[in-house]
């Protein structure tokens, strides 16, 4: 019962609105709408091209991991499947909920994938760039900390051992031969043959794929970062670009998990915390953080679009 309750939908839509209450509670909603309003549309217009760029280079990640010698046509069928995997995480209360259902479309135009290969393909791709993002987290951290920014010392912890998870992931994929520990396996015992396709992006020949993902998370991660620098300037609020490499990695990863719908609320309130510190008006903070969302809700709808393309 206590299980089913944490995961309700309803209790995180509950608790999202409640997140969004005690971050607006004190500054004036109509003000924060009324300079939305004001944003030239020649820039909503560039930072959805913008983040329609970040969206391929997510796809072109997740393909490079799957299809040896990628065409154009698999590009834009992972980046199309990437995109609805982002419109369906609208509906869910964490921005990864998506990937449970994102790889569905491609089973259609890739009969020689079976479904379990694609769906830990989804896995792998997701830790990958989980992975970057908390090798990011906590280099921000340790950027922030010998800059006498302040952090609880729970993040600074909880950080580092992200960082030696990530280390002893990719220890243990480029050390373990998964090829002889599971090809003795599936001799002895049936369901290990759906087993080696689950850790099929593991063997041996397929390692080289995952370290040119991770190489490629780690150099765009400050692509999918940069758009917060954009709003700050967009709204006069001055938020330094230093200043969004040392918090918004961590807001990010803590926005993956699901304490809230869309990252709603959850996002607000991370923004108030470490940004208000900086002497940065709620208000101005607020206007930020929520126009970033409405952003992403933009990129994530055109994951609906899409859904009429074939």
Same mark, same amino acid.
Not at 200 to 214: D, S, T
Not at 248 to 264: D, K, M, T
Not at 272 to 286: I, N, P, T
Not at 300 to 310: A, F, R, V, Y
């Given at each position: $019962? @206590?299980?089913?309750?944490?995961n309700?939908?309803w209790?995180?839509? !509950? ?6 209450? #005690? ?14 309003? @004001?944003?030239p ?5 560039a $930072? ?12 072109i990640?997740?393909?490079?991991? !799957?299809?040896e ?5 698999d +590009?834009w069928?992972?980046? *199309? ?10 509906f #869910? ?13 491609? !089973?259609?135009?890739?009969?020689? !994938?079976?479904?379990?290969r694609l769906a ?5 791709? *997701? ?7 908390a090798?990011?987290?906590w280099?921000?951290?340790? @950027? ?17 051992l ?6 002893? +992931?990719y220890? $243990? ?8 520990i599971? &090809?003795?396996l599936?001799?002895k ?10 850790v ?8 080289? *794929?995952? +370290?040119?993902?991770?190489l ?10 940069l758009? /917060?620098? +954009?709003?700050?300037?967009?709204? &006069?609020?001055?938020i330094?670009?230093?200043q ?12 993956? @998990? ?13 923004f ?15 206007l ?6 409405? $952003?992403?809700? /933009?990129n ?11």
């Open positions: $019962m @206590l299980k089913k309750l944490l309700s939908k209790l995180r839509i !509950l608790f999202s609105l409640v997140l969004i209450y #005690f971050a607006f509670r004190k500054v004036k909603i109509v003000n924060i709408l009324a300079e939305m309003a @004001l944003v549309k020649w820039f909503v217009v $930072m959805v091209v913008y983040l329609v760029v970040a969206m391929i280079i997510g796809g990640r997740w393909t490079m991991l !799957l299809i010698k990628p065409k154009m046509a +590009f069928n992972f980046t *199309r499947a990437s995109y609805l995997g982002a419109f369906y995480s609208l #869910f209360p964490t921005m990864v909920a998506g990937d449970v259902l994102k790889w569905i479309p491609l !089973l259609e135009k890739y009969p020689e !994938l079976s479904k379990t830990s393909s989804v896995l792998i791709d *997701r830790v990958i760039g989980l992975s970057a993002f090798l990011m987290g280099l921000s951290l340790a @950027l922030g900390k010998q800059l006498n920014y302040q952090f609880p010392d729970y993040l600074w912890w909880l950080f580092s992200l960082a030696l998870g990530v280390v002893v +992931f220890v $243990m994929v480029y050390t373990i031969d998964f090829d002889k599971f &090809g003795k599936a001799k015992f049936g369901i290990v043959n759906k087993l080696l396709e689950v099929y992006l593991l063997k041996n020949e397929n390692k080289k *794929r995952i +370290f040119y993902c991770f490629l998370s780690i150099v765009v991660e400050p692509i999918w970062i758009p /917060v620098w +954009f709003y700050s300037l967009i709204f &006069g609020v001055g330094s670009l230093l969004v490499y040392i918090f918004v990695p961590v807001i990010n990863l803590i926005l993956v @998990l699901p304490i809230s719908v869309a990252g709603f609320g959850a996002r607000e309130n991370m108030l915390f470490f940004f208000s510190q900086l002497g940065f008006v709620d208000e101005k903070v607020l930020i953080s929520t126009f970033a969302g409405l $952003m992403n809700v /933009v994530s709808l055109i994951g609906g679009l899409l859904m009429l393309l074939k």
